[in-house]
């Protein structure tokens, strides 16, 4: 795949995932060895029911979730998005009680793309901030 291809791909993913909220969708762009590297899931196990189960805590959680892609670089294999998301808590989050306050927050995401498919993330995001707006400390 060409370097546009794997933006176009990351973008399509984000879109199905994190503002259609569609998480078979998305998880038809990752491979069944899909892997995240996220300091906030140090026991993510991997593949593509991991990825549907630790996302869907968040949109399960989370009323009016919203997420942008404010920026995006590719190069060869990698796609780097910088992203925003906003949402109002309704439910339990891992460590956090519900108190229904909202929440903007950001964050970085690298991908890495091999045979059309996302193999690979690599993900930093201001999970302090969630915490801190969400009432959490």
């Keep these: 795949m060409s370097v546009m291809d794997n933006n ?6 984000f879109e199905r995932a994190f503002v259609q909220h569609d998480l078979d969708a998305a998880a038809e762009l990752i491979s069944d060895d899909y892997c995240l590297h996220d300091p906030t899931r140090p026991d993510f ?13 968040y949109l399960r959680a989370i009323r009016g979730h919203s997420a942008t892609i404010d920026d995006q670089i590719a ?8 992203w925003t998301a906003s949402g109002c808590q309704t439910k339990d989050l891992p460590g956090i009680p519900d108190k229904g306050a909202c929440f903007k927050i950001g964050g970085i995401t690298i991908t890495r793309v091999f045979v059309s ?21």
């Design 45 to 57: 196990r991997g593949g593509v029911d991991a990825f549907k189960e630790a996302q869907g805590v």
């Design 8 to 13: 176009q791909l990351v973008r399509t993913f």
């Design 75 to 82: 190069e060869d294999d990698k796609v780097v998005t910088r």
């Design 117 to 137: 498919k996302i193999v690979e993330e690599w993900q930093d995001w201001d999970d302090r901030g969630l915490a801190r707006q969400l009432g959490a400390n």
